[in-house]
């Protein structure tokens, strides 16, 4: 007679996600005044002398710390990207800031479907109703949806790392999509963050609100509205 292994506690699987949350509560106490402008301004020499001399080391260390910075949604993502400007210029600075963003993502949402998100998408088809007729929609048009959570932020970048997970998202597709659908907001910043140099000069601080200006969200919202064409195709060919 062979004796059985209890099935591991779900509580295994949901710690990664609750240490998540535990993190990001104490770091929005705890790490406010630590990644800042002004941290940025007093450290840019050391900073840019250490990239100087370790270029490579330099290159993983900032993606490496973007990352922790958007897993445990610790505060200074912005700062984190203008960062990545500033040391880096335009490029590779923009390919940093991505990676260092997508991979954040992407271990949120592994956390997130491990510790809650597998269950609640069987519980969700299991019930059916609305719930269940939305999580389908959102199945039939994964591209377009996860495009747009990225390139409108209308949806929090923590909340857009939850909710696929809690829906059932493919993995490839989540990734893919932060990848690129980040893209155009991240070159917008990494942009101001390539010329920080010259307002430290100043003595001024960036002026971030140039992602609402029409010239640069114009297109974003045009990528937004490409990106919602399939699901207009395919309710119009419901209809007809």
């Known amino acids: ?5 209890p099935p591991p506690s779900p509580w295994i699987k949901r710690l990664p996600i609750l240490a998540i949350a535990l993190a990001a509560v104490v770091g929005a106490f705890t790490l406010r005044d630590h990644i800042s402008f002004d941290a940025l301004a007093q450290n840019r020499e050391a900073l840019i002398a250490f990239r100087d001399g370790n270029f490579l080391l330099a290159s993983l260390a900032f993606i490496g710390a973007y990352v922790v910075i958007v897993a445990f949604s610790l505060p200074g993502a ?10 880096f210029g335009l490029f590779p600075g923009v390919l940093y800031n991505v990676l260092g963003a997508t991979f954040g993502a992407v271990a949120v949402f592994l956390a997130a479907r491990a510790g809650f998100g597998a269950d609640m998408a069987a519980k969700l088809e299991q019930k059916g109703g609305a719930a269940a007729r939305l999580q389908q929609g959102l199945r039939e048009n994964e ?3 996860l495009l747009m959570m990225r390139l409108v932020p209308a949806v929090p970048f923590f909340l857009a790392n939850l909710i696929p997970a809690f829906v059932g998202t493919s993995l490839f597709r989540f990734a893919v999509t932060t990848f690129f659908g980040i893209m155009p907001g991240a070159l917008v910043f990494t942009s101001v963050g390539a010329g920080l140099g010259e307002v430290f000069a100043r003595g001024e601080t960036p002026d971030l609100s140039i992602i609402f200006a029409p ?9 937004a509205a490409l990106s919602a064409l399939p699901i207009l195709v395919k309710r119009f060919r419901k209809g007809a």
């Open 143 to 145: 591209w377009s949806v």
């Open 215 to 223: 010239h640069v969200l114009g297109p974003i919202l045009g990528l």
């Open 78 to 87: 912005t700062i984190a990207t203008l960062t990545g400007g500033f040391l």
């Open 1 to 5: 007679m062979t004796e059985t292994t």
